[in-house]
């Protein structure tokens, strides 16, 4: 199965700063991952599919990039509510698998 | 509005059965894909498979081939998930999720599972 490994593990920063995390595939998953937002106690939320679309309501200052093995998910001014886990997964090749997952706390 | 409602927390003993359930509403709950995914306690995701409720294919990942059984009653628009023999390992949240026209953006609560003697 395609592994997916996020970095970093844990990013700590302040509101207003542009967040960039990073997810690498064992092997090309072309633009077929999706990036999800998780906060504690709520089910995973979509944000992005094909690398780089958001989904319905996603504000603008989150984005997608890349493609095959190297993909890029950034989040331009952190707001308060942003503070969570990311997780990125492929859904290129089955079984679908998803990353370890970045946390992004508050400085 | 699109909506997949999970049934409650369940507390179970090694050995037992369960089945789940997650009743869809808002859509056409035939034509769209559902999947089942677990969360074990401080971890990430992991798909476990997805079953058409239309007519009833599934797909399951090699990691759950075998261990559990997912199904769909289109008569009262709900999908499920059952053990036949839970294990303490099986203690994780489950959720559901639609596969909208691009991607799986509905998911349920949660249903919560634990397994303990």
């Known amino acids: 199965e395609i592994v997916m490994t996020q970095s970093p593990a844990t990013l700590t920063v302040s509101p207003g700063e542009r967040v960039t995390l990073s997810c690498r595939a064992s092997?090309?998953?072309?633009?077929?991952l999706a990036w999800y937002q998780q906060k504690p106690g709520q089910a995973p939320r979509l944000l992005i599919y094909?690398?780089?679309i958001r989904a319905t309501g996603i504000p603008a200052r989150f984005s997608g990039s890349g493609s095959g093995t190297d993909l890029t998910f950034t989040i331009t001014s952190l707001q308060s509510e942003d503070f969570a886990v990311y997780y990125c997964?492929?859904?290129?090749?089955?079984?679908?698998?998803f990353g370890q997952g970045t946390k992004v706390e508050i400085k | 509005e699109v909506q997949l409602v999970q049934s409650g927390a369940e507390v179970k003993k090694p050995g037992e059965s369960l089945k789940i359930s997650c009743k869809g509403s808002g859509y056409n709950f035939t034509k769209s894909w559902i999947a089942w995914v677990r969360q074990m306690p401080g971890k990430g995701p992991e798909w476990m498979g997805i079953i058409y409720p239309g007519d009833s294919e599934t797909r399951y990942s090699p990691s759950f081939q075998g261990q559990v059984t997912m199904s769909a009653d289109t008569s009262i628009n709900t999908a499920f998930l059952q053990w036949s023999s839970l294990k303490a390992s099986d203690t994780a949240m489950y959720y559901c999720?639609?596969?909208?026209?691009?991607?799986?953006?509905?998911w349920g609560q949660g249903t919560l599972v634990t397994v303990s003697s």
């Open positions: 092997q090309s998953v072309s633009i077929n």
């Open positions: 997964q492929q859904y290129n090749t089955w079984p679908w698998t």
């Open positions: 999720a639609r596969r909208g026209n691009f991607w799986y953006d509905n």
């Open positions: 094909a690398a780089s």
